[in-house]
């Protein structure tokens, strides 16, 4: 069985430059979700998807987008960076099912760096 | 709405000696809680998980942590510690909105082992 995997490890943009990071689910996983860790801090929900359609959003402007594919992988898009855009972007893959929480299987993230 | 509070930010023991990390929690609801680890430039891993069950948990590694609603509390423990438990320990709450879920994570408390 194959975890989550994020891509890439490190990356180095400029501040307007656009990006995109990708995630690959931990397998029979249909949910991932996506958070940002700022240096220093505890991981900041940014949106969820399901069935290829967000399906819930955290506290981030539209210039965070993303997109879940037919075979549950799934890219976050940050558009026009800014200097406080820089952290470690973590992806989370889960199960969906009614009822109690399942637990969120976590990438070991890409750390984003703007200049 | 739910929300977490780590009272620590770093602790420091002795290898050997009992560690305990605070959490206290605020849920307008019967909560479900988690403790995840994150070792440096590795992903977040699920320690445990409190889902209205038992309110002593049992994880991986020798954590426990009980749940005690009269003190919104949450705390984790570890009789002895080891080297290998140095790390970032975060206390998360789950927060169930319609059709997704979402992790609301404290700000973490580092834990120091010393030989």
């Known amino acids: 069985e194959t975890g989550v995997t994020q891509s890439p490890t490190h990356l180095i943009k400029t501040r307007g430059q656009q990006v995109t990071l990708r995630c690959s689910s931990q397998s029979g996983h249909n949910t991932v979700s996506w958070y940002q860790q700022a240096l220093g801090q505890g991981p900041q929900f940014i949106f969820q998807?399901?069935?290829?359609?967000?399906?819930g959003r955290g506290n981030f402007p539209p210039r965070f987008s993303g997109l879940q594919f037919p075979n549950y992988s799934s890219e976050l898009n940050v558009n026009a960076l800014e200097l406080d855009d820089s952290a470690l972007y973590l992806c989370?893959?889960?199960?969906?099912?009614?009822?109690?929480?399942?637990?969120?299987?976590f990438g070991p993230g890409t750390r984003l760096t703007v200049l | 709405a739910q929300s977490v509070t780590q009272l620590d930010s770093h602790v420091s023991v002795s290898e050997g000696t009992p560690v305990l990390l605070r959490c206290n929690y605020s849920?307008?609801?019967?909560?479900?809680l988690f403790w995840y680890v994150q070792h440096p430039n590795k992903g977040l891993q699920l320690l445990l998980k409190?889902?209205?069950?038992?309110?002593l948990v049992k994880g991986i590694n020798g954590f426990e942590a009980e749940f005690k609603k009269s003190e919104t509390s949450f705390h984790l423990t570890k009789p002895s510690a080891h080297m290998s438990d140095a790390a970032e320990y975060f206390c998360?709450?789950?927060?169930?909105?319609?059709?997704?879920?979402?992790?609301?994570f404290g700000t973490g408390t580092r834990l120091l082992v010393s030989p």
């Open positions: 989370a893959s889960s199960s969906r099912t009614s009822g109690s929480p399942n637990e969120q299987f």
């Open positions: 409190y889902t209205s069950a038992a309110t």
């Open positions: 998360v709450v789950a927060r169930l909105n319609t059709g997704f879920q979402k992790l609301v």
């Open positions: 998807y399901y069935r290829e359609e967000e399906n």
């Open positions: 849920s307008s609801y019967s909560p479900s």
